[in-house]
């Protein structure tokens, strides 16, 4: 019963998320506008603006919404590149293990079909079978894969919820930090696509390849009983 009542629950919120129009209230352009009272709103109720927008991200990223990087530009701007950078982290952390507690344990088959309409998908599955921790620490890192797609690829693998959490944890750290801090200067930003300079896109790919040295590794270690 319960799981029916997911399957039902889950299209109709992101539904009403579109039909409330949702991609306009959590626009870049929406947020600079409304800045200023959304500032002085959060001065007057610090703590309470601070569990919602932790529970707003969450549920945005459970849901696999659109507005995330926007979302995190805000929680830097409202609460400072520290607090914001904490809050990210456990919002995102727990929506990314909802998606995965989800999509293994209560709508495996929605979650599989959602995923084989994706053509990234078959690859990312391949590459959970070399080293799970190493390779999905590697993803988290660089930002080139779409995070709803790495949230839900590890259910369809051998991955514990234990390695997705951790390196999940681990692995968006600097991003989070990153989009704290550039939050704080949300005024400043015209465009989205003008966030990441080459220089920080070098750098998080350097991370990510770091991660993937084991992996490699084991590749280039010489067979035990010698050829």
Not at 30 to 39: G, P, V
Request: charged residues 10%.
């Amino acid at each position: 019963m319960q799981k029916r009542y997911l399957i039902w629950l889950l299209p109709i919120a992101i539904a009403a998320f579109f039909l409330f129009d949702g991609p306009q209230l959590f626009s870049l352009e929406n947020i600079r506008e409304h800045r200023q009272a959304l500032t002085a709103f959060t001065e007057r109720h610090y703590l309470g603006m601070l569990l919602a927008c932790g529970v707003v991200y969450t549920l945005s990223t459970a849901l696999s919404l659109p507005g995330g990087t926007v979302l995190s530009l805000l929680l830097g701007f409202l609460f400072g590149r520290w607090v914001g950078t904490g809050l990210i982290l456990l919002a995102a952390t727990l929506g990314a293990t909802a998606v995965f507690w989800l999509a293994r344990y209560l709508l495996a088959d929605w979650a599989r079909q959602r995923l084989q309409g994706h053509a990234l998908s078959q690859k990312l599955l391949a590459g959970f079978q070399e080293d799970a921790f190493n390779y999905l620490l590697f993803l988290r890192l660089v930002p080139l894969f779409p995070f709803w797609l790495v949230n839900l690829a590890p259910a369809f693998t051998q991955v514990s919820l234990r390695t997705y959490v951790i390196t999940t944890f681990i692995g968006i750290l600097p991003g989070s930090f990153i989009f704290a801090n550039l939050g704080q200067s949300l005024g400043d930003i015209e465009r989205l696509d003008d966030l990441f300079s080459w220089q920080t896109l070098l750098a998080l790919s350097l991370l990510g390849g770091l991660a993937l040295i084991p992996v490699l590794s084991k590749h280039l270690q010489p067979n035990r009983f010698g050829e």
